[in-house]
């Protein structure tokens, strides 16, 4: 085996292409988009070495297009999740004992692969599937992602770097790194491709085996996932894609003695759960199993009386309803100084007006579907009750329409209450709720923006004055894992802020970070003493 210490590419963030009309991406993108509605996809799991089709297909339709079948995919049950565990453990030895920069290696080409030749493929099928417009599709499925690989690539050499400082005379202390002892199963969401790819990618790369399982609104792109890491060299066996209704697949994991962590992004409600079941279980398994999870959020922006109105009003619209708020950071609760509200509102109520809601076919849509009809009929019957409650007023919006794809309209409301339910409960789509407080009031709102929610994830500082920044930024250090001073709350990027919240936001181990990785390995201590004693007598016995 050859020896080295080797120096990985630096990373550099991938480029956010613009889709401008007449540009190069932009055809190769509207080709990929026909080319990907112009068949019926057949998507099988990947288990092993083996495509696994098992004959039982659920569907897969756009969001904004739910009379066209986009694809249909074949659902597991309980034997295909044993089957993928027992694929992984097979390929623990071979992989773990793995060079690292050959694991380096699979994951820098995959990056390059969603860069390059994958980009309009992958992008087109996170447009298709989880109805993103072109612009978030490509902040997400080709730079996000490739971002999250180079990123992590550096910070696993870093971890690997990291030794003690301190050696004395005759002694060599040393660490290394062990991937987890058993399985890692990752479960991700719907909302994010990126996210989807990372959580699976970021412990094999620390040498662990992985049995994941997506949304199935994800399935689409996740096959494009697949297919990059299998072009790219990742060895069978080493990412196990199974489609399994959700409790079937724990009933088998959160019981087998090698399951030996979780990644996971997805509710709170349901992380709890699952954290409930592992504790139940923990006598079962050979060791105790990482647990890591980025959950919800209830997002704030909170504006001072000397913000700049056109700063607070966009960042409200771009924070509230780019992907149809169906991020876990988006801003979905706003706090405005009475003397604001005004220009504010102004500002929200013109540039809402301008927003085209529409498929994502059509690039001039900023707003296009929510995920699934259950989310539609959720945010249809808040948006009702709100209309119905005389101490709501409807700023803007309030329409929603599924006779075609399931169409919310961006929405405001203005509520007296600041808890008010849609100041509280997380709705993950496109409505904005908010409080307007008296200028004398600041210091009491910040009470209110911290206690009112049982999330922590993201929230935002606008001002002019450094005195209530500082101000709200130490006051509000437990609210949000993520603090954005004079911007949106959203739009984390790998390498420069690191992604994660606390409360009942998750575990806040921070993806695209050298502290996600460090979840994924053991240290072991290694001390060998050149000169051992050959007498067991202290000198202070004499």
Not at 403 to 430: A, I, Q
Request: glycine letters at 8%.
């Amino acid at each position: 085996m050859l020896k080295g210490f080797f120096n990985v590419p630096k990373p550099q963030n991938e480029p956010v292409l613009n889709y401008a009309p007449g540009s190069a991406e932009r055809a190769s993108l509207e080709a990929a988009l026909k080319e990907a509605r112009a068949v019926v996809a057949d998507i099988p799991m990947y288990i092993g070495a083996q495509e696994v089709r098992t004959g039982k297909t659920l569907e897969l339709r756009p969001p904004h297009d739910h009379q066209h079948l986009l694809a249909t995919f074949h659902e597991g049950d309980a034997s295909h999740v044993t089957a993928a565990i027992d694929a992984a453990l097979a390929a623990k030895a071979d992989w773990e004992n793995l060079a690292w920069e050959q694991r380096a290696a699979i994951f820098l080409k995959a990056a390059d692969l969603i860069s390059g030749p994958y980009r309009a493929k992958i992008n087109a099928a996170t447009m298709l599937g989880q109805s993103k417009n072109a612009y978030q599709a490509e902040i997400d499925a080709a730079c996000e992602f490739a971002d999250f690989l180079r990123f992590n690539v550096e910070y696993m050499t870093e971890i690997y770097g990291q030794q003690p400082p301190v050696s004395p005379k005759g002694i060599w202390n040393r660490v290394e790194q062990r991937p987890l002892e058993g399985f890692v199963f990752a479960l991700t969401p719907f909302n994010f491709t990126a996210i989807a790819g990372n959580l699976p990618a970021s412990a094999a790369m620390m040498g662990n085996v992985v049995v994941w399982k997506p949304a199935y609104p994800q399935i689409f792109a996740a096959n494009v996932i697949m297919q990059i890491f299998i072009e790219a060299g990742l060895p069978a066996g080493v990412i196990n894609l199974i489609y399994v209704d959700g409790p079937v697949a724990g009933d088998v994991i959160f019981n087998h003695p090698d399951f030996a962590g979780i990644h996971f992004t997805g509710s709170t409600a349901v992380f709890q759960h699952i954290w409930q079941i592992i504790g139940t279980n923990i006598h079962k398994y050979k060791t105790y199993p990482r647990i890591v999870g980025e959950t919800g959020g209830k997002d704030f922006v909170l504006a001072h009386a000397s913000a700049n109105p056109e700063v607070v009003s966009t960042a409200l619209v771009r924070g509230a309803f780019e992907y149809q708020g169906q991020k876990c950071s988006a801003a979905s609760r706003a706090y405005i100084p009475a003397s604001l509200w005004p220009a504010v509102k102004e500002n929200v109520q013109r540039d809402l007006a301008s927003i085209k809601v529409g498929p994502v076919e059509d690039f001039s849509n900023f707003v296009n579907a929510v995920i699934t009809e259950a989310s539609f009929d959720k945010l249809a019957k808040y948006i009702d009750a709100a209309k119905a409650d005389d101490n709501v007023e409807l700023i803007a919006g309030g329409g929603y329409d599924k006779s075609k794809g399931w169409f919310v309209e961006p929405t405001v409301l203005r509520v007296n209450d600041p808890h008010y339910v849609t100041m509280c409960e997380e709705l993950f789509g496109p409505v904005l709720t908010v409080y307007v407080y008296e200028d004398d009031k600041f210091e009491e709102i910040l009470d209110v923006v911290d206690t009112t929610s049982i999330y922590a994830l993201t929230g935002s500082i606008i001002s002019q004055d450094r005195y209530a920044v500082a101000q709200a930024t130490q006051r509000l250090r437990n609210a949000a894992g993520n603090f954005y001073i004079n911007d949106k709350p959203t739009g984390a990027v790998v390498g420069q802020q690191p992604f994660g919240g606390a409360r009942g936001s998750g575990t806040n181990d921070k993806a695209g970070s050298m502290i996600n990785l460090l979840r994924w390995v053991s240290p072991r201590t290694i001390k060998e003493t050149f000169d051992p004693p050959k007498d067991y007598r202290y000198p202070f016995l004499g």
